[in-house]
């Protein structure tokens, strides 16, 4: 028996086949950029469908699919909230599979990427041997996956570790309403836009300046900074202290054995945890700090992916 995985982005989707055991048979990657709506769930289909058909009849023929995505999956519904998809304000993704694996006898369970990274992790990764850990992950967005006394939480309506709503600033701005305070400033995305907003000013000459903002990556903000550039130092600053002050926040709220830190900025980022790790002792209640452990992802990029081939495995 074996399973497939689906870890859906905002811009591309990998699908992987899994072993029990959490062996990869294969992976692909597919890209979305140029999708909205249906034309995502149908590629996402289409590759699903083939590779249920591949493997049909053979010793490994598919069971089970997992599916993370970008968002919140409301299981009262079977309904997805993919605010970086266009069309997925609340798209019937449970029910495109339901009738695509109909006749296949293959069974279906979805959950969100940040459920789908703690769950990896847990399974295969930093919090294999705890009962609680929190896996915040930092890329164009910013979430939570809780695992408290050895359960994932999840809240009233499946939407437990929105964590890019975390207040970090008592000055309201409009921009916080779509993704919240600290996504706004923290994410990727919110650090980019503090750059351009200092790479135009006038007085600026440094090392950012001369990097198309459109090819613009955490690893040339870094080595700005480590290069002493003025704008790099103070972003980079600005934003150690953000997630430090996140991560003291839930620490103090769910009393953690193990913090991981993942997603595409955590990656490169991780060299600033011991920073990280310095602010939240400042603001973090302190009997919880003394006891939580800081560390980065050990699936990298495929703890979702590995969190959803779990999730097709206890579906089975």
């Not at 069971?63 to 079977?78: A, C, D, E, N, R």
């Not at 164009?140 to 939407?159: E, Q, S, T």
């Amino acid at each position: 028996m074996s399973i497939i995985a689906v870890d859906l982005l905002s811009t591309s989707f990998t699908l992987a086949v899994f072993g029990k055991s959490g062996r990869i048979f294969e992976k692909q990657k597919f890209d979305i950029t140029s999708l909205k709506g249906s034309q995502v769930s149908s590629l996402i289909q289409k590759q699903i469908n083939s590779t249920v058909k591949k493997f049909k009849g053979q010793p490994l023929q598919i069971k089970s699919v997992g599916i993370g995505v970008p968002g919140i999956y409301y299981s009262k519904t079977g309904n997805v909230w993919a605010p970086n998809i266009p069309g997925w304000e609340n798209y019937p993704l449970k029910k495109d599979l339901n009738y695509l694996l109909i006749d296949e006898n293959v069974k279906a369970k979805i959950a969100s990427k940040r459920t789908c990274d703690i769950l990896g992790e847990k399974w295969q990764g930093a919090a294999k041997n705890t009962r609680n850990a929190i896996f915040l992950s930092v890329g164009n967005g910013i979430g939570a996956g809780v695992l408290i006394d050895g359960r994932i939480l999840y809240g009233h309506n499946d939407i437990v570790g929105a964590a890019g709503w975390l207040t970090s600033s008592t000055q309201y701005k409009n921009e916080f309403k779509q993704t919240g305070s600290l996504e706004s400033l923290a994410s990727w995305k919110g650090i980019l836009r503090k750059i351009i907003e200092y790479v135009k000013a006038k007085n600026y000459n440094g090392r950012l300046k001369n990097i198309s903002l459109e090819k613009l990556s955490i690893n040339d903000l870094i080595t700005a900074c480590e290069e002493k550039d003025p704008v790099a130092k103070k972003i980079v600053k600005e934003s150690v202290e953000l997630w430090g002050v996140a991560s003291a926040n839930l620490i103090s709220l769910f009393n953690p054995e193990i913090l991981i830190f993942g997603g595409s900025l955590f990656g490169p980022a991780l060299k600033f945890l011991d920073r990280i790790k310095s602010v939240a002792e400042k603001w973090a209640q302190p009997i919880s700090m003394v006891g939580v452990k800081f560390c980065g992802s050990k699936l990298g990029e495929d703890a979702g992916l590995y969190g959803a081939g779990f999730l097709a495995i206890k579906k089975f």
